[in-house]
């Protein structure tokens, strides 16, 4: 059963507007949480993590948000680019960071 | 240009024939892993090592072996590849196994008839 869950396979949105794309996990000991970008043909590549003592990080255009009491986290990206188009991954680690587990991810499409 | 490489990118097999595929980095990483990606299922992992000859299963690691003779080399081996191993896999190394970022590779994909 997976431990990481990104229930939309899509998003569609306009540039310049708001992405947000979301993940749930089940696994409460569970305490980094990242998010990984990732093109066609191309591997994962890091984007923004959070860690389990934090509720929000931001970086530039991008900020995670973790409710750890609903267990679920969510990337917002401010304000969409085309190049912003790609699957967003959502992964979590226990403190030992030996093993991740990934969501399914999401393939975000932001139109011009 | 620090990365993590692997081959082949792609490869077609048929069932029984064994097979490895190779993955390399360059930059004096400890921890390496092999992660599998499948429709709906996103990244599952096969196998880590946390150092030169020190490796541990994930979490699909059957029909898979792993070796860590040198730090910079972690092949992934199909003694006997299965339709069930189709999928597109990818190595990643972080500079220990307390890091927190991995280094992808640009990913194999294999098919198995």
């Known amino acids: 059963d997976q431990q990481v869950k990104q229930n939309s396979p899509s998003l569609s949105v306009q540039e310049g507007r708001i992405s947000i794309l979301n993940c749930d996990y089940t696994?409460?000991?569970?305490?980094?949480f990242l998010w990984y970008k990732k093109y066609p043909a191309e591997g994962p590549t890091f984007l923004i993590s959070?860690?389990?003592?934090?509720d929000k990080n931001e970086d530039g255009r991008f900020t995670v948000f973790l409710n750890k009491s609903a267990k679920h986290l969510s990337l917002h990206i401010v304000p969409s680019q085309p190049g912003d188009s790609a699957v967003y991954f959502c992964?979590?680690?226990?403190?030992?960071?030996?093993?991740?587990?990934f969501g399914s991810g999401t393939k975000l499409n932001v139109k011009p | 240009e620090a990365q993590v490489t692997q081959n082949p990118r792609y490869l077609i097999t048929v069932t029984g024939k064994k097979l490895t595929v190779t993955c390399s980095q360059n930059?004096?990483?400890?921890?390496m892993s092999w992660y599998r990606q499948d429709p709906g299922l996103g990244l599952r992992q096969i196998y880590y090592?946390?150092?030169?000859?020190?490796?541990d299963k994930g979490d699909v690691p059957e029909g898979y072996k792993v070796s860590r003779k040198e730090k910079r080399n972690f092949p992934l081996i199909l003694e006997s590849p299965s339709p069930n191993q189709t999928s597109l896999y990818f190595c990643?190394?972080?500079?220990?196994?307390?890091?927190?970022?991995?280094?992808f590779g640009a990913g194999s994909r294999l098919t198995v008839l």
């Open positions: 990643a190394s972080s500079y220990t196994s307390g890091a927190n970022v991995l280094t």
């Open positions: 696994n409460s000991m569970f305490d980094y």
């Open positions: 959070i860690s389990s003592i934090k």
């Open positions: 992964a979590a680690s226990e403190h030992n960071f030996n093993k991740f587990y």
């Open positions: 930059m004096n990483h400890e921890y």
């Open positions: 090592s946390m150092n030169v000859e020190v490796t």
